[in-house]
């Protein structure tokens, strides 16, 4: 039975701070943990055992998901002491993998699907296939080289700017054979991207890359994690069956605040007077007093904001303490318990 194997141990140092005191695979995105956007997308391929790679901050994870039976799926866990790359966490589930297998990098938002993935790479009797996605700018990416057939023929992992052939990036998704398992040694850390799939090319096996059209977005940084949003908010990217809280409702005078139909705010939010909300995410119990601006932003829970702020393509983390007439300029990130001055602009 075709299992999956989610990537879910990096520390995200990335997207710190954001990532500073919760797991990157879990971070909100659209006030959701982010993994419950890869298990829909797995459940949609009819997959319903998971397995989660965990390192950094494990019972967080294992906390919010346990056996994955409320979620429809069934979830297993392995854990390492001291990173092992992306191949060497895979080798580690070895005992809980008897046959082809979905492998997800933990931070890639994709619309990707993996149904459709299995077929071609059944079709095509490979070894190992790399989805692949086209991006503007392929740098800090590992490029991969193929046939007009999608034949592997060169990897680039993350080249120099003045090597860079073309925009077709590995998009971390990957349909594997268990026979893959036996080109990954059981000692020291070990990545896919830089020894295994190289050296099984070099010893002819069948690799070939599955160019998606999907929606795909990586959420590494916090420029990438602000652009997954406007993914989701632009209805580009589905969201995912989530169990719902149980949050009081919002509370604001719908005559004298406006709020934009894009916009995504969780339960227990107060919005005063002359608010104007664009194109953004609050978290919930979010508390924005008179006149302040929130536009193409990210705010997570219990954060308040002081009147006539403006805050515009920021991302500002939990229980943080915006103060009145504060200018948070574009590009902006606070970590959580930020306490920012009245008048202050950053």
Known sequence: MIKAFILAGGKGAHLRPLALHIPKPVVPLANIPFLFFQIDNIKRAGITEIILGLSYQPRIITDIFGDGMKYGVTMRYTYEDFPRGTAGALKAAENLIDDTTVVLNGDVLTDTDIREVIQFHQARKADATIVTARVMNPSGYGLVEAE?????????????????????????????????LDCISTEGPQSFEREIFPSMLTAGARI????TRAYWQDIGSPQKYLEAHYGII??????????????????????????DSFSILDGGCMIKSGVVIENSVLGEDCRVEEGALIK????????????????????????????????????????DKTIVTDYSVL
Do not use: M
Request: net charge positive; with cysteine; aromatic share 6%.
């Open 148 to 180: 007009n057939d999608g034949r592997v023929v060169r990897f680039l992992e993350k080249p120099p700017e003045d090597e860079i052939t073309g925009d077709t990036i590995n998009a971390g998704i990957y349909v594997l054979e268990r026979s893959v």
């Open 208 to 211: 070939y890359t599955y160019l």
């Open 234 to 259: 632009s209805g580009r990217v589905k969201l995912p069956t989530y169990p719902q809280k149980s949050c009081p409702p919002n509370n604001w005078d719908k005559k004298n605040v406006q709020i």
């Open 296 to 335: 193409d932003s990210v705010i997570w829970s219990q954060t308040r904001i002081r009147p006539n702020a403006r805050i515009e393509r920021a991302i500002v983390g939990r229980q943080c303490h915006i103060g009145e007439g504060v200018r948070l300029r574009p590009g902006t990130v606070l970590g």
